[in-house]
């Protein structure tokens, strides 16, 4: 398809396991970003990416987490020691600019046991 | 710290009635974003004002840029059913900086 896909679209999994969501954006967007969405809450910006390079990562909550993106294409969010706080709606997004409109995929919805 | 503030938080109307939500700044954005987000999917571009005291129009829906372009206000005449989703607004501040976010207006339209 032509959209932003993420995958898996649910992810289960036990207490300090790692995680890895990914991320696949519009062919030819040289921005993508990750966010963190707890239920019927706004956006929390995580990382975003201009090409393979992170300028900000400000948004990390801890060590744990961490995203790459390759070939300038896609991008894994990986968390590792997963804590039930972790648990949340995990969307990615791309646009051909860092300040350009954003396409959304439907998110990975990530429940911690 | 740039901040887009957005009210209400929670709104819920009957299906026919008009409504307006606000996204407020004390900070001049260069242009700003309204997206849709519906249960289950990611949030959706609907439109983006760019010039100061700009009007647009989608359907039934009515988008105005303050002057000043510091804030934004989103009109709905007649809501229907299919309304009902989280509304949010988001900020260019240019400077090549990333867009900042509101935390969003949650819309339920009651048939």
């Known amino acids: 398809g032509a959209g932003v896909s993420q995958s898996p679209s649910n992810k289960v999994t036990e207490k300090g396991k790692d995680v890895e969501l990914r991320c696949d954006p519009i062919s030819g967007h040289t921005a993508l970003y990750w966010y963190r969405q707890s239920l019927g809450q706004g956006l929390e910006f995580l990382i975003y990416f201009q090409g393979n390079s992170a300028p900000d990562k400000s948004g990390l909550p801890s060590d744990r987490f961490s995203a790459e993106r390759t070939g300038g294409s896609v991008s894994t969010l990986t968390i590792q020691r997963t804590q039930q706080e972790d648990s949340a709606v995990y969307l990615c997004a791309s646009s051909e600019g860092l300040r350009q409109p954003q396409h959304f995929g439907d998110g990975t919805r990530l429940s911690i046991l | 710290t740039q901040l887009l503030e957005q009210s209400p938080q929670f709104l819920s109307i009957q299906e026919g009635e008009n409504l307006t939500v606000y996204c407020n700044s004390s900070?001049?954005?260069?242009?700003l974003q309204w997206y849709r987000q519906e249960p289950g999917e990611g949030p959706v571009l609907l439109v983006t004002v760019v010039t100061g005291g700009e009007v647009k129009k989608l359907k039934r829906l009515t988008f105005q840029f303050g002057d000043a372009r510091k804030d934004s206000s989103l009109h709905i005449t007649a809501a229907q059913p299919g309304d009902t989703g989280l509304y949010l607004c988001a900020g260019d501040a240019g400077n090549n900086r990333k867009l900042i976010w509101g935390l969003g207006t949650s819309l339920a339209v009651n048939p």
């Open positions: 900070s001049v954005f260069s242009s």
